[in-house]
């Protein structure tokens, strides 16, 4: 249960980060519009591959599927779907979760 709070912490402060640097409000639904696609699918995958226990090569994969699977649900939630024009959210979502990611598994 402790892993999912982190996770699901993880991906809170990078929407209320989000939205600060876009000098937007932080809201309850702008949190929940942007954070919950990218925990939902960390979750269903983490199902799959515990990525805090076993070889650290389950993190990576768990991170690396996950955030791109995430970012096309956060579009189909907040947009018209997915675009190339995405790909910089993309990198940057996954920039800002691995070191955290990381870090939740050192502590799990």
Known sequence: ????????GVFVLFAVVGALSHGREVTLLGVLENAAPLWLAW?????WRDPYEGPPVNLLIVWALALPLGVFLRAWVVGPGPTPAMLPFLLVAMAFTLPLAWLGRKLA
Request: glycine residues 0%.
């Open 1 to 8: 249960m402790a892993k999912r709070v982190w996770e699901a």
């Open 43 to 47: 979750v269903l995958l983490a199902l």
